[in-house]
């Protein structure tokens, strides 16, 4: 019994320190490819060249992250471990929303170039956008539920469609936002959230600040 508990209890140990491997490997194979894809643009994002820019085996990126759409897969990742940092504790609802977006948009700001190069690349790749769509209901929802708002039934899917449109409205200021506290895309998400609670949230139930049912 004890020599198994020990064979258990080093496996254990061994699954962790491969997990925390292929992490470090995973973020290694992200920066590379936001590098490569501001430097040579969208479609330059192969598994060989992001293994030859990230210093690794060829056969590690195609096991962690072979292509364009796990790219974006891990880039929305990335962002989203943002928000396990803790959420506001502000009152209002949208003031929450507001925090909960910058800790994505300040996750994301090493990569901004890379960023647009992949928002440039979605043009003519229906499947890229397909999966960036998909990515981006999925990040909106942990958004909206990190700062504690309802996002079930038909108002909550048309309170994430409304934080979906904000944010890729106001994804185009974070990209020629080069300032170092990002005060222009913090200037156009409040001015966004506030035109939102104005305009829809004038409907009941509706509003983006509508609170969590739990």
Known sequence: MAKRAKSAAARTRAARRSKASDAALAARILEAAMALAAEEGWRALTAEAMAERAGIPV???????????????????????????????????RDRIFDAVMKRFDALQPYRKGIAAALKGQIGDPRGAFMAACALRRSMTKTLEAAGV???????????????AIYLDVMRSFIEDDSADLGKTMAALDKRLKFADRIVGAISGLGLGAKSAA
């Open 150 to 164: 309802d996002t079930g039934g038909l108002f909550g899917a048309l309170r994430v469609k409304g934080l979906s």
């Open 59 to 93: 056969e590690d990126v195609v096991r962690l992250c072979p292509d364009r759409a796990a790219v974006l897969k891990a880039l929305a990742a990335h962002a989203d471990a943002a928000l396990a940092s803790g959420t506001s504790e502000r009152d209002e609802p």
